[in-house]
T-cell receptor, first 115, second 111 residues
Framework: KQEVTQIPAALSVPEGENLVLNCSFT??????LQWFRQDPGKGLTSLLL?????REQTSGRLNASLDKSSGRSTLYIAASQPGDSATYLC??????????????FGEGTQLTVNP | EPEVTQTPSHQVTQMGQEVILRCVPI?????FYWYRQILGQKVEFLVS????????KSEIFDDQFSVERPDGSNFTLKIRSTKLEDSAMYFC?????????FGPGTRLTVL
């Protein structure tokens, strides 16, 4: 059974700092990995999707990497801003044709960027 | 930009009552999902739906739950007899080009 873990559970940084959020998963047979942002009491906003054959994806100040063989992904946020404050979730989709498409989520990292 | 919508945003119900949560997936998406998030816990998969039938369900999705696509646009989750532990945020999602797009959620409170 796939397990997804995110470290740290919470992170507080001053504005302008670069930071890294970590995600690990136990079963490396994944189809893809998605990073989401969740604001308090709100839905999930997809930030980046990395296919299993890819090593990284970039969108603006965000860069996500994937090391499938070691079961790890990182989300790098450059020049953090107070508006980046939110919970960041990673989720993996299983690989293999008969594995379905359900996402398995980590617990999330709660990020606070202080002005 | 198209988005997944859900109604209501918040539903309060008495234990034992039936509730129906509604979702309008993005048009031309073909796979639909329900997830839930109990307060302070992980987002959990409930069920996926494709071609008018359930394609996958989790152990959470027991006989109390059912899904339906009653017309060409709506996708519903019904809980027949709600329990206190059903209180959670319920998210609908749809799949397009490997990416799942989530709605804003319905907060269900069972009293």
């Amino acid at each position: 059974k796939q397990e997804v873990t995110q470290i740290p559970a919470a992170l507080s940084v001053p504005e302008g700092e670069n930071l890294v959020l970590n995600c690990s998963f136990t079963d490396s047979a994944i189809y893809n990995l998605q990073w989401f942002r969740q604001d308090p009491g709100k839905g999930l906003t997809s930030l980046l999707l990395i296919q299993s054959s890819q090593r990284e994806q970039t969108s603006g100040r965000l860069n996500a990497s994937l090391d499938k063989s070691s079961g790890r992904s990182t989300l790098y946020i450059a020049a953090s801003q107070p508006g980046d404050s939110a919970t960041y979730l990673c989720a993996v989709r299983p690989g293999g044709g008969a594995s379905g498409s359900r996402l398995t989520f980590g617990e999330g990292t709660q990020l606070t960027v202080n002005p | 930009e198209p988005e997944v919508t859900q109604t209501p945003s918040h539903q309060v119900t008495q234990m034992g009552q039936e509730v129906i949560l509604r979702c309008v997936p993005i048009s031309n998406h073909l796979y639909f999902y329900w997830y839930r998030q109990i307060l302070g816990q992980k987002v959990e998969f409930l069920v996926s739906f494709y071609n008018n039938e359930i394609s996958e369900k989790s152990e959470i999705f027991d006989d109390q739950f059912s899904v339906e696509r009653p017309d060409g646009s709506n996708f519903t989750l019904k809980i027949r007899s709600t329990k206190l532990e059903d209180s959670a945020m319920y998210f609908c999602a749809s799949l397009f080009w490997s990416q799942q797009f989530f709605g804003p959620g319905t907060r269900l409170t069972v009293l």
